[in-house]
């Protein structure tokens, strides 16, 4: 049930029960004063003619005094006036209308009034007036009036206060149903929209409800409230794109050191095909060589250039600063492409590099670049760690697992993507700052300290999480956890 419906009915329902309470008292006091008057002009009349009747008893006896109650009865209609004896109920005439065991009083001499419902239905009031005429036997007036008309007035004064009840009920039903509508109703049901509409986000078109009680009260609040939102809002969303801003500009940094850790490995990768065409391009130039041998050198110059182009782009693309760009990638090449660049930074540390998981499908929705930046990061502080060489295993596994307490996403499959190494291991002081930005225990020139900490964003922004696992002196293993289905992100192609 609505509010102002409510209210409404709680008005007229007090409404009605006023008056009904207020009728029924007016009813039941009146009855109680017309009955005292109804007595009071019994006994009234009954004193007056108690004297006359004695006398004429006693002055020429009974029968004549009762021929005087006779014409008193002729002219009194309502009051119906007759000599009783009050020791006999045998008698029809002369016995009273009240059973003779309720006349007590009247016989002790008392003058007694008493109600009695009559063989036709109605009601009378009896007074008796005791006169003593005789000694041996009580005998008294008895004035009988009917309540008839009482009843009938009684019946009226209930029927009015009914009819005056309906018709205020209606009279205020007809004025407090369109007021509680229009004062509480509707300034509600505007309340309830705004607020539905506050939940689901839009905290646009203010409510702006006339006057200056309560409910105007509350809108006004709730507009207040939605403003200060709306404005924290703005804040927040500033602030999280400045964030993003620094976050991008890091990355972009931690790309350029990667990219210079590269160049080494670049430099080893394109020497091979740059020795191989520089000595193919030199037999050409001899002119030695003969047609068919000058088309092969030429495919093999072509092959090679395609190769060193395929290799530079890859740096261009790893340095260049994007824009996430996931699309199905198969985790084993990424790793294979990092390991092949790794490996002769590797190689001058004195480090071997292996890598296990060779029969499993690793694909997932993924951002390639960011990945290799990811396992760029892990190897080479893998190798690092040991500053005497030793070994690196990198391992792709698929797992039932579940995201630590902390990181979004669900129980499920995931790609794990792991790098253990022999090296020196992390304190356990040193285990809860690895994900700090600037968290370095390097030389200063070798580390930035924003190597892990961009590694845990991007890998986070993939809805997986870095699982960190050392001992002092023994060694590391980062497993990087990704998921193999990846909900809510935009495929491009
Ligand atoms: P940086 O390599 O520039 O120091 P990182 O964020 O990549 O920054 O690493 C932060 C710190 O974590 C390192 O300085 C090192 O102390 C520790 N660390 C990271 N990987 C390893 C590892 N495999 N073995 C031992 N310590 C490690």
Redesign the pocket.
Known sequence: MKLAAKLVSGLLLGIVLLLGVDGYFSIQRETELYETNMEHDALLLGRAMRGLVADSWRADGGVRAKQLIEDANHEEHEVHIRWVWLDTSSDSDLSPQVPLEKLGPAVRGEETSLKAREQDGDEYLHTYIPIAVDEKRPGALELSESLSELAQYSRHSLISTLVLMGVLLLGSGLLVVPLGIRLVGRPLHRLVEKTRQVGKGDLSRPLHLRGHDEIAEVAAALNVMCEQLAESQEQIRAEATARIAVLEQLRHADRLKTVGRLASGMAHELGTPLNVVSARGALIAEGTLSDAEIVESGNIIKAQSERITAIVRQLLDFARRSVPHRVPVDLRQVAEQTIRLLTSFAKKRKVKMSLAGDDIDATTEADAGQIQQVLT?LIV??IQ?MPEGGKVEVAIRREHACPPEGHDGSEGEYVCLSVR?E????SEE?MRL?FEPF????DIGK???????IAYGIVGEHGGWIDVA?EPEEG?C?SVYLPQEVDGCTKES
């Open positions: 990061n502080n893998a760690a190494d090296g020196v291991g992390i040193n690895l968290f370095t225990t390097k580390g930035t300290g924003l190597g892990l900490s050392s590391s980062f």
